[in-house]
């Protein structure tokens, strides 16, 4: 019981018993692979696959600080590819998601998504561009 105890203890102590924190990059970006063709023009709108990957990482963003990281995950892997931002600002309402993406650019300041703009509404993310 002591033993117990001074594990739970130490966990507590070192910090291991914390939540994750936010979503992570390795799992933003397989989700959506599949809008590739979409945002470098290559298709008239997403795929079913690219709306269910943008479903699932909207269902992950529950704070400004996870809205941040996908935005800077997605900033950070599509950089070399030629793509069009406005694209991917529309994923939102092609795929009828509430986590509205700006359009991001190498040029997108990701720490700027402010709080006025992000708000949790029943449990999905809203950021507004």
Known sequence: FVAFLSLLFS???LGLDKPMAGPACSDVIPKVTFCLLYITGGSPSPSDACCNGIKTVASTVKDKNDAVLVCNCLKDK???LQYQPSLIASLSD???VSF???????ATDCSKVNPPYFMMSTNKAILKN
Do not use: F, M
Not at 100 to 106: D, F, G
């Open 11 to 13: 966990r507590q102590v």
């Open 94 to 96: 092609k795929c009828s």
């Open 78 to 80: 599509l950089v070399d």
């Open 100 to 106: 509205k993406l700006p359009a991001i650019s190498k």
